[in-house]
């Protein structure tokens, strides 16, 4: 492992394969300097042959390593996760454990949602300074109004939150590992999580911010530019509400998302029904049930 690397993470399941792949990709296509990037993927039964089509996507020779972890192994045993009633996979919890399971030489790393496509050269991304801060993130502002404590947490005069701090998204998330254990932010977001799951819907969202409220650092916003907005230059889009591999898709950037697919073993993909994104939500259901009464 090369220590001088820039170091990510992303947490993918089978369903969502191909949105890794096109992101790897455009990761790897405009990533125009040296440094290596090792890129620790969590493993969610990623199936055999989704997994050969990632790898057979990108450039046996380039600058992307990918080393796999499996969920089982990322998620202590004996964790009890705090599960709350939504539609999202269990895996997105997953990121709450990073600096617990990355190699101890890794002092900082990037966790990526896996629907995203890379703009610009992730080494520009990777060497902004988040300064003393634990984090550094993008606002989770959609349109005109800025999304703020106030607006994010339901129930922020309960826990004696200021409502005018920012908060963000955690779809991209620049963590300072060291900061993040001294801070126990793994441990203290369970705990967030777990005692107020009637307004934790947004999960591991809601326990991050009200984690680390006034303890990150505000990346500009064109690092992960949702696809319901519009900028004319992004670095980054994270498309995180319905994804472009669905006939309903009807937001922006839809042709930046093909471009980069069809530089992969997708080639030629045709969007599917909204019957596939609708099961693959009753899944998240029974993942969850399973989970809980194993």
């Known amino acids: 492992m090369n220590k001088d690397a820039i170091s990510i993470v992303l947490v993918c399941d089978d369903f969502y394969a191909i949105l890794l792949t096109a992101f790897l990709k455009s990761i790897e296509v405009n990533h125009r300097r040296d440094e290596p990037v090792d890129v620790y993927i969590i493993d969610d039964n990623i199936s055999t042959q989704n997994r050969s089509k990632i790898i057979e996507s990108l450039d046996a020779n380039g600058k992307l390593t990918l080393r796999w972890i499996k969920m089982t192994e990322a998620i202590p045993k ?14 997105i919890l997953v990121r709450l454990f990073i600096p617990h399971f990355i190699p101890d030489h890794i002092q900082k790393i990037i966790y990526f949602d896996v629907d995203m496509i890379m703009l610009a050269d992730i080494s520009e991304l990777w060497h902004i300074d988040i300064g003393d801060c634990v984090i550094g993130a993008v606002s989770d502002t959609i349109g005109p109004i800025e999304k703020t404590i106030g607006n994010g947490i339901e129930n922020y005069r309960e826990l004696g939150l200021d409502p005018n701090l920012p908060y963000f998204n955690s779809g991209l998330l620049v ?7 001294r801070a126990a932010i793994t441990q203290r977001t369970l705990e ?10 947004l999960s591991d969202q809601y326990g991050l911010n009200v984690a680390l409220a006034g303890r990150w650092f505000a990346l500009d916003p064109l690092w992960s530019c949702f696809s319901v907005n519009t900028a004319p230059a992004p670095k980054l889009i994270h498309y995180f509400y319905i994804k472009p591999i669905f006939r309903a898709y009807t937001y922006n950037y839809r042709n930046e998302f093909y471009h980069y697919l069809n530089l992969t073993q997708w080639k030629g993909f045709r969007p599917i029904s909204e019957t596939s994104r609708y099961i693959k939500k009753v899944r998240n259901f029974v993942q969850k049930l399973k989970f809980k009464f194993q």
């Not at 963590?175 to 254990?181: A, L, T």
């Not at 967030?192 to 819907?201: L, T």
């Open 175 to 181: 963590i300072d590992v060291e900061k993040w254990k």
């Open 192 to 201: 967030i999580i777990a005692n107020n799951r009637k307004y934790a819907v």
């Open 78 to 91: 004996d964790t009890k996760l705090p599960l709350v009633h939504n539609a999202y996979p269990l895996n």
